[in-house]
């Protein structure tokens, strides 16, 4: 959905991409290529219990331990964590 996209990109704008850059390592990983490697599922959950995620998650560890910044909580609804995988979605198929 374009318009879910459009959403989702400026919600990223402004929550993520301080950090995070889709083509490029950053202060995170680079999330173009995010969904090649993990489930939408994951993306989403995230987004939403990033200090969860890195306290039980393998790969959100090794994440973690790769990156050495945990990601916080940026204050969205599951509404916006939604818009923004919809983003990385279209961000992936206009490539």
């Known amino acids: 959905d374009p318009a879910l996209a459009a959403e989702g990109k400026t919600i990223f704008e402004s929550k993520c991409a301080m950090c995070h850059k889709l083509n490029e390592r950053y202060v995170g990983p680079p999330l173009n290529d995010a969904l090649g490697k993990r489930s939408p599922e994951y993306i989403v959950n995230m987004i ?3 200090l969860e995620m890195t306290s039980k998650h393998p790969e959100a560890k090794t994440m973690l331990g790769e990156y050495m910044n ?19 979605q279209s961000s992936k198929k206009s490539e």
Not at 70 to 88: E, H, R, S, W
């Open 48 to 50: 939403m219990n990033p």
């Open 70 to 88: 945990q990601m916080p909580f940026q204050n969205v609804t599951l509404d916006d964590a939604k818009k923004i995988l919809g983003y990385l």
